[in-house]
T-cell receptor, first 114, second 116 residues
Framework: AQSVTQLGSHVSVSEGALVLLRCNYSSSVPPYLFWYVQYPNQGLQLLLKYTTGATLVKGINGFEAEFKKSETSFHLTKPSAHMSDAAEYFCAVRGNTGFQKLVFGTGTRLLVSP | DTGVSQDPRHKITKRGQNVTFRCDPISEHNRLYWYRQTLGQGPEFLTYFQNEAQLEKSRLLSDRFSAERPKGSFSTLEIQRTEQGDSAMYLC??????????????FGPGTRLTVL
């Protein structure tokens, strides 16, 4: 079974500051990990994913995440926040064999102030 | 290049009424998923279709819920005898045939259901 914990339901940063959104997972099999972004009244858009190989994954809009197996973490970072980054971010996990549903965390709302 | 579309975008109904939502996946995507997202929560998996076959169903999908995907194209999700607890955003996603790697799920904008 898989589960995801996202620490902090809200994160506030100033424009230009570092963005760090935390995600810890639990999985009984090697995990595939994902970050999605959701803007108001829109569906989810994939930011990046980790399957195998390089543990530092780069995604769209300047975001990246690092898979740390020893810490069971997959934190999302961006060096410099932009006002347009304000949205809800969801971390998700699934197993690596057969059909495995996506299991999402509860989300973190990123607020960016000028 | 159209994405996943869902209709309606918003639905307000009275308790006890039946509602039906439609999802049109991206063309040539043979896999289709339904999720439910309640306020302050992440999406929760409901059911999965590969072509027209419903292969996975969550415990969340009570007997009041039924999903179909005739001919492996669009899908419908029906809720009978709606309850206030059914109020949520219902998200549809689709993904292409597996080619050896992980196929991204592309999400639609969702249908927001409010049960009064």
């Amino acid at each position: 079974a898989q589960s995801v914990t996202q620490l902090g339901s809200h994160v506030s940063v100033s424009e230009g500051a570092l963005v760090l959104l935390r995600c810890n997972y639990s999985s009984s099999v090697p995990p595939y990990l994902f970050w999605y972004v959701q803007y108001p009244n829109q569906g989810l858009q994939l930011l990046l994913k980790y399957t195998t190989g390089a543990t530092l994954v780069k995604g769209i809009n300047g975001f990246e995440a690092e898979f740390k197996k020893s810490e069971t973490s997959f934190h999302l970072t961006k060096p410099s926040a932009h006002m347009s980054d304000a949205a809800e971010y969801f971390c998700a996990v699934r197993g690596n064999t057969g059909f495995q549903k996506l299991v999402f965390g509860t989300g973190t709302r990123l607020l960016v102030s000028p | 290049d159209t994405g996943v579309s869902q209709d309606p975008r918003h639905k307000i109904t009275k308790r006890g009424q039946n509602v039906t939502f439609r999802c049109d996946p991206i063309s040539e995507h043979n896999r289709l998923y339904w999720y439910r997202q309640t306020l302050g929560q992440g999406p929760e998996f409901l059911t999965y279709f590969q072509n027209e076959a419903q292969l996975e169903k969550s415990r969340l999908l009570s007997d009041r819920f039924s999903a179909e995907r005739p001919k492996g194209s669009f899908s419908t999700l029906e809720i009978q005898r709606t309850e206030q607890g059914d109020s949520a955003m219902y998200l549809c996603a689709s993904s292409p045939p597996r080619t050896g790697g992980i196929n991204e799920q592309f999400f639609g904008p969702g249908t927001r259901l409010t049960v009064l």
